[in-house]
């Protein structure tokens, strides 16, 4: 049970991570993002995935923890791309992860 359970959530997880565009910008007046968290990652769901980590979101003036998950690059021999967060302008910008 708690194995279906997990995979549920693993599952839930990418289907939300997926609709998130991918490749655009985030902008935020907050201040620098928190720290990120860390956990176990699990078992892979199968040949041909790849953990994407999770990473601070802002919404509706705060910060918000969007959790990892296990995604299959959309064609051959991709590799993901991290968010990757900078300062421009008194604002933080975060250049959304994606498949290279």
Request: charged share 20%; with cysteine.
């Amino acid at each position: 049970m708690k194995k279906l359970l997990l995979m549920g959530t693993v599952l839930l997880g990418t289907i939300l991570t997926g609709c998130a565009p991918g490749g655009g910008y985030v902008s935020a007046r907050l201040g620098p993002p928190p720290p990120p968290r860390y956990g176990i990652i699990g078992v892979t769901p199968g040949p041909g995935y790849m953990w994407t980590d999770g990473y601070w979101e802002p919404r509706g003036g705060r910060w918000y923890w969007v959790g990892g998950s296990w995604r299959r690059p959309p064609r051959g021999r991709r590799h993901w791309v991290p968010n990757q967060w900078h300062q421009d302008r008194g604002r933080y910008r975060m250049r959304r992860g994606r498949w290279e």
